[in-house]
């Protein structure tokens, strides 16, 4: 006789609860057993395990295309938002408050001002002099 643990029943409710994004502990709860027991069940029945990370996987896949296809259509929220989580790109005004400032080799470089003609001429005069070098990776 099939345990209820390895009814299919049972584990596609697992796969679609995970999907929704229930942690173990909250899917414990919905079966009302403690945590204890369901690690128990876990370790006897392996296949709840995978099943429980099949089903975020499977959710994270289906948002994650819904989410891609919505930034190959042009949003421009959903442009942001993936590159900023899956590309790890910065927006622009954090990138911009790194820039401000920087010190190399003793020589502050405010590289927003470099539309400054004078700014820029200062900064040329000094990598020409070979003060300033080591610019995110390159010079000396």
């Known amino acids: 006789m099939t345990s209820f643990f390895e009814r299919p029943s049972f584990l596609e409710d697992v796969k679609l609860l995970a999907g929704r994004g229930l942690t173990e502990n909250q899917i414990a709860d919905y079966y009302e057993v403690s945590m204890q027991q ?27 295309g819904k989410l891609l296809d919505r930034a190959k259509g042009g ?3 959903a442009i942001m938002y993936y590159l ?8 622009l005004q954090t ?15 405010n590289f927003n001002d470099l539309n400054d003609p004078n700014e820029a001429s200062r900064l ?3 990598i020409m002099q070979g003060e300033l070098f080591d610019v995110d990776g390159f010079g000396k």
Do not use: C, H, M
């Open 38 to 64: 369901w690690e128990d069940v876990k370790s006897k029945y392996p296949k709840i395990g995978l099943t429980f990370a099949r089903g975020r996987a499977l959710a994270i896949s289906e948002v994650a």
């Open 75 to 77: 949003d421009l929220k």
């Open 84 to 91: 900023k989580t899956v590309g790890k790109f910065e927006d």
């Open 95 to 109: 990138a911009d408050e790194k820039l401000k400032n920087k010190i190399y080799n003793g020589i502050t470089v």
């Open 124 to 126: 040329y005069q000094k």
